[in-house]
């Protein structure tokens, strides 16, 4: 409720904020309406900021708009920061306008490679009151970042860190957020291990914070992504219980079923301070000891400081880790590194060199009939990645990983890349007549990652503690679910797809994980749960599912409260309060019993 | 007879067959490879295994060229198939090649492959019955027959579910179960995938690393079967490769894209030098998979200015990264003066989307 107020707050002043010098610099998420632009945050690293996206599956997505004062009336040149996603010989597919008191600039937006100032024309502003509208023209993705206005024609920086300062500069920033919030816990990323570590941590009586850079909780089990939750409960099945999905369809609406009861139940909870929308973009360690994380809002841009003894990395991409200067690993290790061998898949399942092919990120996506034919645009600029497939359906498989992209620097071209293959295979499959009647109801433009940074705990679980049934002192999580790698299908046959995978499944008897992959061995007071945890390329097959990445979170939750009780941090409670430690997460399953 | 056969076999455990070399009766009427089995002149007895769920055991035999090159596996198998406790005979004479993959298979004109309902095989469930065992990773190897029973009839209208796909099965949607099998076929389709890739399997890997030779090796590495390249490819130690460089190099040019990265990451540096790689490998970059010419980039840097003046032929085929990094090497290898005119050509390329990299690496250079 306090980050709703908070929320309105800094709507009602965005609407007032006076923009009073020659230039002026009006970050698109910060817009007031946003229309059918949807807010994505997921490349802030690698692009700069947040921007606004007309994600409209081929129908233009109707305008964002927002109202600013200004001081000083006249001649504006407008830039907007843009970028044609999928340059080539064919028409840019994410074309804008942008118009100003109703008058439409000169220029359509969106024709130029790669993220950089685009020119938009000029306009004379004649009012105080200025009315900004951003017009999609295909609802094929086009996207801006920012909107400059500059009387003297003087283009913006776009050099990453010239451009950071320059920002930094023209929307008068601090250098450190003026806010600062104090807990027991700070958990970052509200997918499933970060909400388990979360509650497990507030049922212990911990003041949690919560930071979430969605407006929904889940991950890739929200509402925005729709993966299913597999694997067991393990000792938490009470908690999972409250974050977890029913077995529908990937891709499938029942997720907002799932979603809502989700969020419900984690909002229950008094002392977790959930705040959505605010994605990370820092932590600072001293001495290997984290002493804050700070987080900005994807839309207004507010930012908060977050302090804590404890801090949780369940970003899946280990970014706090990454920031702290925490060990991590990235990429698929020699098989002759751990041993992982499975000698029927050979290099499919570990490489005998080191390479960084991991698993891919996908993309889900829904179609219906409708009662009448529904015409789908052409779609030139996705056939080179669709080629001649054709499909009405989605599902896991639909997964992108190539050995020259970086799932995090390069999130975006898979993302894109991903829905290329989604549109391109669409518009194939709605030549036939048969499929007249479908059209495309809901397509994710979230990346549903498996694989990226993990981070390196005092164990590494690999692929051998399962095969060699290795049970540990401290084992706090456990699976049954077979361990499956995926790869892509063009390995074994060019001819197929590149957004196509197929899986490898080891079938196996329980297996556990032991609490020292789920804490840092160099960061002193940085756990981490999910994906990001600690294991090698092949270990990761079984637990990266999200009722395994729950109990993670769970046990994490429950570290946590220990390491608050005893005022010591995580590797700690391995060496002096196990028993402890152990009898707590046992008491969870006898509760439910 | 054959049913005869069958009978003695199934009551006598199968003993008084064993230990004959034994050709095959019939041409396959489906295989994968190039036809080896017509140079087939002589066999060798070379082990039992058993089928799966009976006491019933086949012989293994190794199929050889007249100069006793082994070619591939063959049994000729009798396997009952049972439903619900009424049992029917399958005559199946099956190949597999020499890593234990199941290659093909006959049948007697006699005992013809039958369904269910007793209907014969079509030459369309034929084929399915052959994609089924050539896909190692099946469905069918994860489940018990048991757990497949609705792929055979009638709950395949739960395959949509509010109009998409369910994932019934973990790794497989049921109509990906359903299409990979013959239809009314389900329990001889079970029951000869897992004699193709049960004990057979193994037995056949562990036997191949004794019969394993150089003969053997370069036969591998001149074949046409992209398995059989992989295999000897991996057998190769990094100080092997110059020596087998005039097989390594097609290799790379027809082989899987698994095959070519491994090469590619194992091959020694130096060798990004040798003439072959150059010519055969950069000069015909833009017909390899996007993997493989990630990698060929990547060891640009290992190569020389005559494999970069190539690669700057052929920009356009080069995705941002992959530019970048071309761009790098370029730098140190010291090829500039030799690539500067393609890619100032490339600079200027309106329809070139990441023209504008090689803009500004032009203009950083500009003098030198």
Not at chain 1, 209 to 227: F, K, T, Y
Not at chain 2, 79 to 84: G, K, L, N, S, Y
Request: charged share 25%; hydrophobic share 35%; proline share 4%.
């Amino acid at each position: 409720m306090k980050s709703l107020t908070l929320f309105t707050f800094f709507l009602a002043s965005l609407c007032t904020s006076l923009y009073g010098q020659k230039d002026f610099l009006i970050e698109s998420e910060n817009f007031v309406n946003k229309g059918g632009w949807v807010t994505d945050p997921q490349f802030i690293q690698q692009m700069g900021s947040t921007y606004l996206m007309a994600h409209g599956m081929g129908v233009p997505v109707t305008n964002a708009s927002t109202q600013i004062k200004i001081k000083k009336k006249g001649n504006y040149h407008v830039w907007a920061r843009t970028k044609n996603w999928i340059p080539g010989n064919w028409e840019a597919p994410g074309q804008f306008n942008i118009a100003v008191n109703g008058e439409k600039l000169e220029n359509t937006l969106g024709l130029q490679p790669d993220w950089n100032w685009e020119y938009a024309g000029q306009i004379k502003i004649n009012t105080k009151e200025t009315t900004i509208e951003l017009i999609d023209l295909t609802g094929f993705n086009g996207r801006c970042d920012a909107l400059y206005f500059n009387q003297e024609k003087i283009v913006p920086p776009n050099e990453k860190v010239a451009l950071k300062k320059w920002r930094i500069e023209k929307s008068k920033e601090s250098l450190a957020p003026k806010i600062v919030k104090e807990y027991d816990l700070v958990v970052t990323g509200g997918g499933l291990a970060g909400c388990a570590a979360a509650i497990a941590a507030a049922e212990q009586g911990l003041k949690v914070a919560l930071i979430h850079d969605r407006p929904v909780l889940g991950g890739n089990a929200s509402s925005e992504i729709r993966v299913h939750t597999l694997g067991i409960y393990g000792k938490f099945e009470r908690i999972l219980k409250l974050i977890d999905t029913e077995h529908y369809p990937n891709g499938s609406s029942d997720a907002i079923i799932d979603q809502q009861r989700r969020d419900e139940n984690m909002q229950r909870f008094d002392n977790i301070d959930i705040h959505y929308n605010y994605r990370a973009y820092d932590a600072k360690s001293a001495k290997e000891v984290i002493q804050y994380v700070d987080a900005r809002h994807t839309s207004t841009g507010e930012r908060i400081r977050f302090k804590a003894p404890q801090f949780v990395d369940s970003t899946g991409d280990g970014w706090i880790g990454y920031w702290s200067g925490a060990k991590y690993s990235y990429g698929r290790e020699s098989v002759h590194q751990y041993g992982e061998a499975w000698e029927k898949w050979g290099e499919l399942w570990s490489p005998e060199e080191p390479d960084n092919l991991v698993m891919g990120s996908s993309i889900l996506f829904q179609t219906i009939e409708d009662p009448m034919p529904v015409l789908f645009p052409e779609v030139p600029w996705a056939l080179p990645v669709a080629k001649e497939h054709k499909a009405v359906a989605g599902e896991w498989y639909w997964e992108f990983s190539r050995n020259d992209l970086h799932q995090i620097d390069d999130g975006e071209e898979i993302r894109d890349h991903v829905l290329r293959a989604i549109f391109g295979s669409f518009a194939n499959a709605k030549q036939d007549a048969e499929n007249q009647f479908y059209k495309l109801q809901w397509v994710s433009y979230l990346l549903g990652k498996r694989e990226s940074r993990r981070l390196v705990g005092d164990h590494i679980f690999t692929f051998t503690d399962v095969t060699d049934k290795r049970k540990f002192r401290d084992s706090v999580v456990q699976e049954i679910r077979e361990v499956d790698i995926h790869y892509q299908q063009n390995l074994l046959d060019d001819s197929k797809p590149d957004f196509l995978s197929k899986a490898l499944f080891y079938p196996t008897e329980k297996y556990y994980i032991p609490y020292r992959s789920l804490y840092s061995k160099n960061i002193n007071n940085l756990f981490m749960a999910g994906r990001c945890f600690s294991t090698s390329h092949a270990g990761l097959g079984g637990p990266r599912v999200m009722r395994t990445t729950g109990q993670m979170g769970a046990a994490v939750g429950f570290a946590a409260s220990l390491c608050h009780k005893y005022k010591v941090n995580p590797r700690t409670i391995y060496e002096k309060y196990l028993a402890e430690y152990m009898q707590l997460i046992e008491n969870q399953q006898q509760e439910e019993n | 007879m054959k049913w005869s056969l069958y009978l003695i076999s199934l009551l006598a455990g199968s003993s008084v067959l064993f230990y004959q070399s034994q050709l095959p009766n019939n041409p396959p009427t489906h295989f994968v490879l190039d036809k080896e089995w017509q140079q087939v002149s002589k066999s060798e007895p070379v082990f039992v295994f058993r089928n799966p769920d009976t006491t019933i055991e086949h012989q293994m035999q190794l199929l050889m060229n007249e100069d006793g090159l082994p070619l591939l596996y063959y049994a000729d198998i009798q396997t009952p198939v049972c439903i619900d406790g009424l049992c029917k005979p399958v005559y199946v004479e099956m190949y597999w090649d020499l890593l234990g993959q199941y290659a093909g298979y006959g049948v007697y004109p006699d005992q013809l492959l039958t369904k269910y309902d007793h209907d014969l095989f079509e030459a369309k469930d034929h084929l399915t019955l052959h994609q089924l065992l050539l896909d190692q990773s099946s469905v069918l190897g994860r489940r018990k027959l048991t757990q497949l029973y609705d792929t055979k009839t009638s709950r395949t209208e739960s395959i949509k579910f509010k109009g998409i796909e369910v994932d019934g099965i973990s790794g497989a949607t049921k109509k990906e179960i359903k299409a990979s099998i013959v239809e009314g076929g389900l329990y001889s389709c079970y029951k000869l995938w897992h004699l193709a890739y049960g004990e057979a399997t193994e037995k056949m890997r562990s036997q191949l690393s004794t019969i394993y030779s150089d003969t053997l090796a370069d036969y591998f590495l001149s074949s046409r079967h992209k398995d059989y390249q992989f295999y000897a490819v991996k057998k190769l130690k990094p100080t092997d490769f110059l020596e087998k460089i005039a097989y390594i190099v097609p290799i790379v040019k027809v082989g899987k894209p698994l095959t070519r990265a491994y090469i590619l990451k194992k091959m020694p540096k130096k060798l990004f030098q040798n003439s072959l790689v150059v010519n055969e490998w950069y000069q015909h970059f833009s017909d390899f998979d996007f993997n493989a010419k990630t990698l060929l980039v990547n060891n640009l840097q290992y190569s020389n200015s005559a494999a970069a003046l190539f690669l700057s032929k052929q920009l356009t085929n080069l995705s941002k990264n992959q530019l970048k990094t071309f761009l790098v090497s370029v730098d140190k290898i010291q090829a500039l003066e030799v690539v500067q005119e393609n890619l100032t050509t490339f600079s200027k390329d309106a329809n070139a989307p990441h023209n504008y990299l090689v803009k500004v690496f032009l203009k950083t250079h500009k003098g030198e």
